[in-house]
């Protein structure tokens, strides 16, 4: 119930595609799902977040596509740099300040 | 740009041995975080703090780990006998308050505190 399931577990993608990963949740009483990027040896950083009020949210490169009715989620980045090669984890939480589930990471390489 | 800072980067231990592990949070924030993220594997939820005392806790966070904000600034992950399972990265996240706009929803993580117990 309290599990983000996250895929794919690894990510390579050529320089200027789109790098797509998907998230799955099963609790909902979910209602905020952000996105983090983290680089090695760096603490997770937030990248985007959506509530589930919106089908999808937009942030320059970075968008976020949520299906409430599938109970998923997902990051598309357009245009992908080898910059954004990080890790991505996927998240969810309830309202207020719960803590974050997050998912298990998408190591993501982009190759030019 | 205000950001959470942890000390120290890097804490090497002994099975057996005390660790504090310190996490100074952004200044004007009142909720306070631990994760873990063990080599390779997801972030994990430890403990929330809020107005001086725990307000949840996961069940890896057992009698061993304990936290405290003995001042207005600090914010501390003691574990008190460690044990090889611990070695892992630990960071501290700290967030502003609940509600919108969307920037109170956000915990701003640490960059860890890279623990290795041997």
């Known amino acids: 119930q309290q599990q983000v399931k996250q895929s794919p577990q690894s990510l390579i993608v050529q320089k200027g595609g789109i790098s797509i990963i998907n998230c799955a949740y099963e609790?909902?009483?979910?209602?905020?799902f952000p996105w983090y990027q983290q680089f090695p040896g760096k603490g997770p950083a937030l990248l985007i977040a959506i509530r589930p009020d919106v089908s999808e949210k937009k942030e320059g490169r970075f968008t976020i596509s949520f299906n409430k009715s599938a109970k998923q989620f997902s990051l598309h980045i357009m245009d992908s740099q080898p910059g954004d090669s990080a890790t991505y984890f996927c998240a969810a939480r309830h309202s207020g300040n719960t803590p974050l589930v997050f998912g298990k990471g998408t190591r993501l390489s982009v190759i030019a | 740009e205000p950001e959470v800072t942890q000390t120290p980067s890097h804490q090497v231990t002994q099975m057996g041995q005390e660790v504090i592990l310190r996490c100074v949070p952004i200044s004007n924030h009142l909720y306070f975080y631990w994760y873990r993220q063990i080599l390779g594997q997801k972030v994990e939820f430890l403990v929330s703090f809020y107005n001086n005392e725990i307000s949840e806790k996961s069940e890896i966070f057992d009698d061993q780990f304990s936290v405290e904000r003995p001042d207005g600034s600090n914010f501390t992950l003691k574990i008190r006998s460690t044990k090889l399972e611990d070695s892992a990265m630990y960071f501290c996240?700290?967030?502003?308050?609940?509600?919108?706009?969307?920037?109170?929803?956000?915990?701003?993580f640490g960059p860890g505190t890279r623990l290795t117990v041997l």
């Open positions: 609790n909902t009483a979910f209602d905020y």
């Open positions: 996240a700290s967030k502003s308050g609940a509600g919108v706009p969307s920037a109170h929803n956000e915990q701003f």
